[in-house]
């Protein structure tokens, strides 16, 4: 049997419980085999450490992982799927015509009572299957469902009937002058050590699930740029920080410096006769004001990116510095730029008229002028996007801190604990929120103070509001809108792709660079190749994309109990495969106001509002 291996991803990883084509049969998935994948090791277990720190900052429990991941690097190994091996489970069949009841045992078991057909040896008429049913527990403990006996018959079989829901579900007495009703017993997770260090928030009932329950696992992945060795150098010299915020804010537009410093190129010295110049004009001129600046722009040349790095460090906190020098993901963003595989539309546009492509470059700045009008500053074409997708644990029961984090089992051959990786060079679009509405949409709903020196900030400024507020390591309502609006309209775009092209959203990912208000959607095919399918789309067909993802943020089809009560549901943001945040944090009202959080004002009606002026 044939498996993608992103399909091996989000639903055969170790102890997943998944429903085979064939016949419809349950298995469960015991371990996954494959070769080594061309991903440095020690960026995935940076990125791990990363997440479980988070994990168990927050109160969570990932016991089975390593204190410290950098420093048991022999404890883990990445693999590539190429082989599934898998059991069928649950072994308990019942007919679907009369309801008889067959246990089977394992291969391990003495007494093996496999049938040779799936006939019913009862009624001979029906044929057995699985019952769909079975328990799990926060802790990851996965059970079958337990066979309850007649209080008066005990030895006599039990006949099941399936009425889709384990509520009603149950099984009867096959006794013909009995046929007494056997409910479905809950059972509890015995001597659970994770339910009794936290017992009044962690109960020990199982939870009842079926294959097809999302509760049942939750599969835990690491999304991240594989970066190559000159890029790894660059992030350990203590200026690569800056030059990443930098390039952000607009403050550098060249990263060769950072690339540069990486090869352990220092910075440069200004020349000796600039500054002889600049000294002596200071002396003889000292109220010469032009002539003094003059003078300090000749020095500023000679000295490379150092006056950017100066005036980058001189908009932001020192605490934004430091943090975002642990920031995978601001150093990732300057990567791609740093190995020009990004092309800004407005660029593009300028290149295609150039060439006399007027019509196509036309239709480029009409979307742009749209994305402009939702508050949205830039899109850009990532071109080679080399993006690696890490599966490293899972959960049951919830995604978030109330379930225990498991690592996956190890396979058969080894006691290294597996990170089963997937990696291509895809396409994707980098999708950037515009930092100086979000601060108006801030100012309005009272998120944040009014700029002091101005009226409102400039880019430059509200860029450096955006890292010193989204990097702030005190979470605050302006940190929040920031990250929600983002992930909002990251979840639109992708919904809106299926009525624009060949994908739906459940063809493609999201990398939230949330701390730089941005998303970037990439094709979730990982493929040697990709089609430039997404590029055609930014071009061909960009405005209409956006004004559908902007107008389905408007109603969905469970209002007003989705906006009011939930924010956002499966029909109108949540998505199957592709969020990194499990749909977490999703909520309509950040863009179109209202909601549960009664927001003043949303972010498209602040854009709005912006254009007209």
Same mark, same amino acid.
């Not at 740029?225 to 190559?228: G, T």
């Not at 500023?300 to 990116?305: E, P, Q």
């Given at each position: 049997?044939?498996?993608s291996?992103?399909?091996?991803?989000?639903?055969?990883m170790?102890s997943?419980?998944?429903?085979?084509e064939?016949?419809?049969?349950?298995?469960?998935?015991?371990?996954?085999?494959?070769?080594? =994948?061309?991903?440095?090791?020690?960026?995935?277990l940076?990125?791990?450490e990363?997440?479980?720190t988070?994990?168990?900052a927050?109160?969570?429990?990932?016991?089975?992982?390593?204190?410290?991941?950098?420093?048991h690097?022999?404890?883990?190994r990445?693999?590539?799927?190429e082989l599934?091996?898998?059991?069928?489970?649950?072994?308990?069949?019942?007919c679907?015509?009369?309801?008889?009841?067959?246990?089977?045992?394992t291969?391990?078991?003495?007494?093996?009572?496999?049938?040779?057909s799936?006939?019913?040896?009862?009624?001979?008429?029906g044929?057995?299957? #699985?019952?769909?049913y079975y328990q799990v527990h926060?802790?990851?403990?996965?059970? #079958?469902? #337990?066979?309850?006996?007649?209080p008066?018959? =005990?030895?006599?079989?039990?006949?099941?009937?399936d009425?889709?829901?384990?509520?009603?579900?149950?099984?009867?007495?096959?006794?013909?002058?009995c046929?007494?009703w056997?409910?479905?017993?809950? $059972?509890?997770?015995?001597?659970c050590?994770?339910? $009794?260090?936290?017992?009044?928030n962690?109960?020990?009932?199982?939870?009842?699930?079926t $294959?097809?329950?999302?509760?049942?696992y939750?599969?835990?992945?690491?999304?991240l740029?594989?970066?190559?060795a000159?890029?790894?150098?660059?992030?350990?010299?203590?200026?690569?920080?800056v030059?990443?915020?930098g390039?952000?804010m607009?403050?550098?537009?060249?990263?060769s410096?950072?690339?540069?410093?990486?090869?352990?190129?220092?910075?440069?010295?200004?020349?000796?006769?600039?500054?002889?110049l600049?000294?002596?004009?200071?002396?003889?001129?000292p109220?010469d004001v032009?002539?003094?600046? #003059?003078?300090q722009?000749?020095?500023?040349?000679?000295?490379?990116?150092e006056?950017?790095?100066?005036?980058?460090r001189?908009?932001?906190t020192?605490?934004?510095?430091?943090?975002?020098?642990?920031?995978?993901?601001?150093?990732?963003?300057a990567?791609?730029h740093?190995?020009?595989?990004?092309?800004?539309?407005?660029?593009v546009?300028?290149a295609?008229?150039?060439?006399?492509?007027n019509a196509?470059a036309?239709?480029i700045?009409?979307?742009?002028?749209?994305?402009?009008?939702?508050g949205?500053?830039?899109?850009?074409?990532?071109?080679d996007f080399?993006?690696?997708?890490?599966?490293?644990?899972?959960?049951?029961v919830?995604s978030?801190v109330?379930?225990?984090?498991?690592?996956?089992?190890?396979?058969?051959d080894?006691?290294q604990l597996?990170?089963?990786?997937?990696d291509?060079?895809?396409?994707?679009?980098?999708?950037?929120v515009?930092?100086?509405?979000?601060?108006?949409?801030?100012?309005?709903n009272?998120?944040?103070?009014?700029?002091s020196?101005?009226?409102?900030?400039?880019p430059?400024?509200?860029?450096?509001?955006?890292?010193?507020?989204?990097?702030?390591?005190v979470?605050?309502d302006?940190?929040?809108?920031?990250?929600?609006?983002?992930?909002?309209w990251?979840?639109?775009l992708?919904h809106?792709?299926?009525?624009?092209s060949?994908?739906?959203?459940?063809?493609?990912?999201?990398?939230l660079?949330?701390?730089a208000a941005?998303?970037?959607?990439?094709?979730?095919?990982?493929?040697?190749?990709?089609?430039?399918?997404?590029?055609?789309?930014?071009?061909?067909?960009?405005?209409?994309?956006l004004?559908d993802?902007?107008e389905?943020?408007?109603?969905?089809?469970?209002d007003?109990?989705?906006?009011?009560?939930?924010?956002?549901?499966?029909?109108c943001?949540?998505?199957?495969?592709?969020?990194?945040?499990?749909?977490?944090?999703?909520d309509?009202?950040?863009?179109?106001?209202g909601?549960?959080?009664?927001?003043?004002?949303?972010?498209?009606h602040?854009?709005?509002?912006?254009?007209?002026?």
């Open positions: 049997m044939q498996r291996r992103v399909t091996v991803q989000y639903g055969h170790p997943q419980v998944f429903e085979h064939s016949d419809g049969v349950y298995c469960v998935t015991q371990d996954i085999s494959g070769t080594r =994948p061309d991903i440095p090791i020690e960026q995935v940076e990125a791990l990363l997440q479980l988070k994990w168990r927050a109160g969570g429990d990932a016991s089975g992982f390593p204190i410290n991941v950098m420093e690097g022999d404890t883990f990445l693999v590539r799927p599934v091996r898998w059991d069928v489970w649950p072994t308990r069949l019942f679907g015509s009369c309801g008889h009841v067959l246990l089977l045992r291969s391990r078991q003495a007494g093996t009572e496999i049938p040779t799936r006939r019913c040896g009862a009624c001979r008429t044929n057995y299957r #699985q019952l769909p926060a802790c990851g403990r996965r059970l #079958q469902i #337990q066979l309850p006996q007649c008066e018959h =005990p030895n006599d079989e039990r006949l099941f009937e009425t889709g829901s384990f509520v009603t579900a149950g099984f009867r007495c096959s006794r013909p002058t046929r007494r056997l409910g479905m017993r809950f $059972a509890t997770c015995v001597g050590t994770f339910a $009794a260090a936290d017992p009044e962690r109960t020990r009932n199982l939870t009842p699930v $294959a097809r329950d999302t509760r049942a939750y599969g835990h992945h690491l999304t740029i594989n970066v190559d000159q890029m790894r150098q660059a992030r350990n010299n203590d200026r690569a920080a030059y990443a915020l390039h952000y607009g403050t550098i537009g060249d990263l410096g950072m690339l540069a410093a990486g090869r352990g190129a220092g910075a440069p010295s200004p020349s000796s006769q600039a500054s002889s600049l000294d002596l004009i200071r002396q003889r001129y109220n032009e002539a003094i600046a #003059q003078a722009k000749m020095v500023d040349a000679t000295r490379g990116d006056p950017a790095l100066e005036r980058t001189t908009m932001l020192a605490a934004t510095v430091e943090a975002a020098a642990a920031d995978r993901r601001t150093f990732e963003r990567f791609l740093a190995r020009n595989s990004v092309d800004d539309l407005a660029s546009a300028i295609l008229s150039s060439a006399g492509s196509l036309d239709r700045d009409t979307g742009l002028a749209t994305a402009h009008q939702l949205l500053a830039r899109i850009s074409l990532v071109r080399p993006i690696a997708l890490v599966g490293y644990g899972f959960s049951r919830h978030d109330r379930a225990r984090l498991l690592p996956l089992d190890p396979t058969r080894t006691e597996p990170l089963i990786a997937v291509a060079d895809t396409e994707g679009l980098l999708i950037e515009d930092p100086l509405i979000l601060w108006h949409f801030c100012l309005v009272g998120w944040t103070s009014r700029w020196t101005a009226q409102e900030p400039t430059e400024e509200a860029r450096a509001w955006v890292l010193d507020t989204s990097f702030s390591a979470s605050t302006a940190a929040d809108a920031i990250r929600r609006v983002t992930h909002v990251s979840h639109l992708m809106a792709l299926a009525y624009h060949s994908f739906s959203a459940n063809s493609v990912g999201e990398y660079l949330e701390r941005s998303t970037l959607i990439f094709v979730a095919k990982f493929n040697s190749f990709n089609l430039g399918a997404l590029g055609a789309l930014a071009e061909q067909h960009l405005r209409l994309w004004m993802a902007a389905a943020a408007a109603s969905c089809v469970h007003p109990v989705c906006l009011a009560e939930r924010g956002g549901c499966h029909k943001l949540a998505v199957a495969f592709g969020c990194e945040r499990f749909n977490r944090g999703l309509r009202g950040y863009l179109v106001g909601g549960r959080l009664a927001i003043q004002e949303g972010f498209l602040t854009a709005a509002r912006l254009a007209r002026r």
